[in-house]
Nanobody, 118 residues
Framework: QVQLVESGGGSVQAGGSLRLSCAAS???????VGWYRQAPGKQREWVAS???????NYADSVKGRFTISRDNAKKTVYLQMNSLKPEDTAVYYC?????????????WGQGTQVTVSS
């Protein structure tokens, strides 16, 4: 198990930007990683993934606005969020992913709150 600590959340107006970081206690070198979010009263949903090979995938709702990246040497995953919308308001989590799936490999961290006002 690897511990994950998310940071970088905050409150912004619609159209603003935030950059989230996720620091892992262990190596992320040979695993896919992803960002997820959970809005109040909703189930946690997948947002974006970055494979160990460098490919990226995004949920349709964030495609073109969010960018996932990883720094294996720093054991850190990032999520650059631009053109934020009120519907992006949620607690954001990161996780390593099981194999080629989006299934989380580790226990969830505390997440970081993102609030977007209109």
């Amino acid at each position: 198990q690897v511990q994950l600590v998310e940071s970088g959340g905050g409150s912004v107006q619609a159209g603003g930007s935030l950059r989230l970081s996720c620091a892992a206690s262990g190596s992320i070198f040979n695993t896919n990683v992803g960002w997820y979010r959970q809005a109040p009263g909703k189930q946690r949903e997948w947002v974006a993934s970055a494979t160990s090979g460098g490919s990226t995938n995004y949920a349709d709702s964030v495609k073109g606005r969010f960018t996932i990246s990883r720094d294996n040497a720093k054991k850190t995953v990032y999520l650059q969020m631009n053109s934020l919308k009120p519907e992006d308001t949620a607690v954001y989590y990161c996780n390593r992913q099981y194999g080629s799936t989006r299934y989380p490999l580790d226990y969830w961290g505390q997440g970081t709150q993102v609030t977007v006002s209109s």
